[in-house]
Nanobody
Framework: QVQLVESGGGLVQPGGSLRLSCAAS????????MSWYRQAPGRERELVAR???????IYVDSMKGRFTISRDFDKNTVYLQMNSLKPEDTAAYYC????????????????WGQGTQVTVSS
């Protein structure tokens, strides 16, 4: 059973910073990409950033410069460093990972965490 557990959300003032973490646990063979999405009330879930199996980051244009995604391969963990936060960054942030559960099956599946709330407000 694969689990993704996020942490690091909370309330922060505009201009502040937060660092989100997401750790994959359980039994699996390998992880391909790891990503962060977010969903604000009344809006669709949107991609924030992705990091490839090689560790290369991919950002949505609107997130470039303020957000940094990174990955610790030894800990099966992905991070999202968020700086210069704005009220419009308020959302539930979700981690997802593309994981191959079994060594004898080449299929990969997307697993999601339960989400962590980020609120940017004075």
């Amino acid at each position: 059973q694969v689990q993704l557990v996020e942490s690091g959300g909370g309330l922060v003032q505009p201009g502040g910073s937060l660092r989100l973490s997401c750790a994959a646990s359980g039994t699996f063979f390998s992880i391909n990409t790891m990503s962060w999405y977010r969903q604000a009330p009344g809006r669709e879930r949107e991609l924030v950033a992705r990091v490839t199996a090689a560790g290369s980051p991919i950002y949505v244009d609107s997130m470039k410069g303020r957000f940094t995604i990174s990955r610790d391969f030894d800990k099966n963990t992905v991070y999202l460093q968020m700086n210069s936060l704005k009220p419009e960054d308020t959302a539930a942030y979700y981690c997802t990972a593309n994981i191959r559960p079994r060594f004898d099956n080449y299929a990969y599946f997307d697993y999601w965490g339960q989400g962590t709330q980020v609120t940017v407000s004075s």
